[in-house]
């Protein structure tokens, strides 16, 4: 996990890699770069390193579980 404060009186903000988001989710990376390709993932590119804004990431994962939860109960 990386944290990074962009100024010392703003909040922490924690970043993930590719391989904590896989674990968290108990899938493989490939999956995470599949739905972080199909747009599905919002995430930062750090020079050549790819990481996930933890925030960010559970609001677009909420709002997959939401849209699914609709299509499966109509």
């Known amino acids: 996990m990386i944290d990074k ?3 010392d009186t703003a909040p922490s903000t924690t970043f993930l890699t590719q391989e904590e988001v896989a674990k968290m989710l108990r899938v493989s990376q490939r999956h995470v770069a599949n739905l972080q390709r199909k747009g599905l993932l919002p995430y930062l ?3 050549r390193r790819v990481v996930y804004e933890r925030t960010r990431l559970m609001k677009a994962l909420d709002a997959i579980t939401a ?8």
């Open 5 to 7: 404060t962009t100024h």
């Open 45 to 47: 590119r750090l020079g």
């Open 67 to 74: 849209r699914t939860a609709k299509e499966v109960l109509g």
